[in-house]
């Protein structure tokens, strides 16, 4: 038997650490080829990192949370043969000592989550009800995702009582179900909604959840943030979104409202170049920029994702809509790649039925305004002396001061409201 050693890969782009974010394996387990050890977090991506051989796991480098320096050892997996690690020999009396060997760098390549992980043939199994679940030690910390975590609150489900099917014992939505359906009186966690709750929990921020707050908290900190906020009557939109969709839906795909709030950016971004702009506060350059790029804010079990639908000035309604929809499923999944979470050139973020009436999102520095969608409401309205239900829609949108001025800012948003209320100026060219 030998040691076979995988070094923190170089990920590229001049990274010379990264934070390890999540071990997928444990000492002891027994891993396969192109199974995935473990999440390391770049400054923009979540990065799987694969084992390149069958073995067992002997040691673990690191833990969730530190910060690792490229080169540095982050697992050892005992395997047939002699490895790719050897032992410094002993010295002997009649030699000086050697210099210890630094074990190689293993031969293998990350990747940034482009399949699904595979499970070991016990986390691939289905759950099943546990008639006598074991606790975890009381300061035990379950692996879940936050829909999870979420979920077992409202429910008032302890997670140390959960059995997790997942890989390294991460507790799933199905886990949740077997314990849920599990008899009553076999479980020993409360489940009760008004069951009184005494525990606490202490949560690392760490991975994708430390960078969301290191890159809220210094933009908050450096961005002269101001918002404005108009309410726009989208009852002609939304009429024309869903005849487009009974004509052309089975054939073209189907339209959400957010590639027709795409088109009028982009219609209303001609006027206002100022806002379709980066500015560097360090070297005090604004960069104006012609094409489009824009940021689809979208939420995720780890977190909140912007990844870019590039030149959206070029896309038709339904090739904007298709990779929206494509980019979210990547972003969700955890599938979006570096290239597809950066460059975004302006954001557009919703929190769809959640919308709410008002809100003041946070730019995405180093880009100089976010244009936020509330939910539609049906209002009565006072349109040419009589009172009509119009459908109504706030955008609720934020710039940064030290580039846009607020009377822009405004005209701005009203060019957006003019196009979209009048929806068919969004095709006259």
């Known amino acids: 038997m030998g040691t076979h050693v995988i070094?923190?890969?170089?990920?590229?782009?001049g990274i010379a650490e990264v934070e390890l974010s999540q071990w997928h394996v444990k000492v002891g387990d027994m891993v396969v080829e192109d199974q995935i050890l473990a999440d390391v977090m770049t400054d923009k991506a979540m990065v799987d990192i694969p084992s390149p051989v069958h073995g067992k796991v002997i040691a673990l480098g690191g833990q969730p949370g530190e910060v690792m320096a490229v080169g540095s050892v982050l697992i050892s997996i005992e395997v047939e043969g002699a490895g790719n690690y050897q032992a410094p020999a002993a010295a002997t009396p009649a030699t000086a000592p050697a210099a210890p060997e630094s074990p190689p760098v293993a031969e293998h390549k990350p990747t940034v989550q482009a399949e699904p992980r595979p499970q070991s043939p016990a986390a691939s199994a289905p759950?099943?009800?546990r008639a006598a679940p074991v606790p975890r030690q009381a300061d035990e910390r379950p692996l879940a995702s936050p829909a999870v975590r979420k979920r077992?609150?409202?429910?008032?489900?302890?997670?140390?009582?959960?059995?997790g099917s997942g890989p390294a014992g991460r507790?799933?939505?199905?886990d949740l179900d077997a314990f849920l359906n599990a008899p009553q009186d076999a479980l020993q966690a409360p489940v009760a909604a008004y069951a009184k709750r005494i525990g606490e929990e202490q949560i690392p921020v760490i991975g994708l959840r430390r960078k969301i707050a290191q890159r809220m908290q210094d933009t908050k900190r450096r961005v002269a943030h101001f918002s404005y906020v108009e309410e726009i009557d989208v009852t002609a939109l939304e009429e024309l979104r869903v005849h487009l969709n009974e004509k052309w839906g089975q054939s073209r795909g189907r339209l959400t409202l957010l590639p027709f709030l795409v088109r009028a950016m982009v219609v209303a971004l001609r006027d206002f170049p100022q806002i379709n702009a980066r500015y560097d506060d360090e070297a005090q350059v604004i960069t104006r920029l012609g094409a489009v790029h824009v940021?689809?804010?979208?939420?995720s079990d780890d977190g909140l994702k912007v990844p870019v639908l590039r030149h959206a000035e070029a896309g038709s309604l339904w090739s904007n809509a298709s990779e929206i929809a494509r980019l979210a499923t990547a972003a969700r999944t955890n599938k979006a790649t570096r290239d597809e979470l950066m460059g975004s050139t302006i954001t557009l973020t919703s929190l769809g039925a959640l919308g709410g009436i008002a809100s003041t999102p946070v730019i995405n520095a180093?880009?100089?305004?976010?244009?936020?969608?509330?939910?539609?409401?049906?209002?009565?309205?006072?349109?040419?002396?009589q009172i009509v239900i119009r459908k109504m829609m706030n955008l609720s949108s934020s710039f940064d001061h030290r580039v846009v001025d607020g009377m822009d800012a405004a005209q701005f948003i009203q060019?957006?409201?003019?196009?979209?209320?009048?929806?068919?100026?969004?095709f006259v060219e």
Do not use: F
């Open 127 to 129: 759950a099943t009800p």
């Open 415 to 426: 060019a957006i409201r003019g196009l979209l209320e009048q929806p068919a100026s969004l």
């Open 7 to 13: 070094k923190m890969p170089d990920i590229g782009e």
């Open 295 to 299: 940021g689809i804010a979208t939420q």
């Open 366 to 385: 180093p880009e100089v305004a976010i244009v936020g969608v509330n939910r539609i409401v049906e209002r009565p309205m006072v349109i040419k002396g």
């Open 152 to 163: 077992a609150w409202d429910a008032g489900i302890e997670l140390r009582y959960v059995h």
């Open 171 to 174: 507790i799933l939505h199905e």
